[in-house]
């Protein structure tokens, strides 16, 4: 099948076996995007750093039917996201940014509430330029919230007034 036939969508995976998933996948020479990001977990004798997937349970496969049912055959492959009887597909664009967001991951946090609607706004400085969104209050500082719809999950970036304008 052509490269054209080919997108991304979302597998929901075994709780923490997004890693497992992702290296059977990449050794399938399927191309997949498991977002990280670094957490500190304390415990009461000591801290540490920690690797942890950004969307618990899910991962990104980019694939064509081919090779999304191959996907479906690895261990600790759930199901792929659907919504209405539709697959989930993610839009390229929505990856890229992703990918940019976890390469400046310092102010990256994710939420699986709805947020309340608010201003509609476009980022037009830093990672996330060009995603929409819209702006809301956190814990009394304002935040750009960028929807990913494909997963119903919200991801909250701090960024400074001057870095968006209202759409």
């Not at 597998?11 to 059977?24: C, G, H």
């Not at 706004?121 to 809301?136: A, K, W």
Request: with cysteine.
């Amino acid at each position: 099948m052509t490269a054209g036939t080919r997108k991304w969508r979302v597998l929901y995976v075994r709780p923490r076996w997004e890693k497992k998933v992702e290296a059977q996948l990449t050794e399938k020479g399927i191309e997949n995007f498991l977002p990280l990001r670094e957490e500190v977990r304390i415990w009461s004798d000591r801290k540490k750093k920690v690797i942890v997937p950004l969307f618990p349970g899910y991962l990104f496969v980019h694939c064509d039917e081919r090779e999304r049912i191959a996907a479906f055959d690895v261990a600790g492959a759930m199901k792929y996201v659907h919504f209405s009887g539709v697959l989930a597909e993610v839009r390229q664009d929505v990856i890229n940014s992703l990918r940019l967001a976890v390469a400046n991951a310092e102010d990256l946090v994710v939420t699986s509430q709805r947020l309340e609607p608010g201003t509609p706004v476009r980022v037009i400085h830093g990672p996330l330029t060009g995603m929409h969104g819209r702006m809301v209050e956190y814990r009394g500082e304002k935040r750009v919230a960028v929807t990913i719809e494909s997963i119903q999950q919200s991801l909250i970036v701090e960024v400074g007034m001057g870095e968006i304008i209202a759409n």
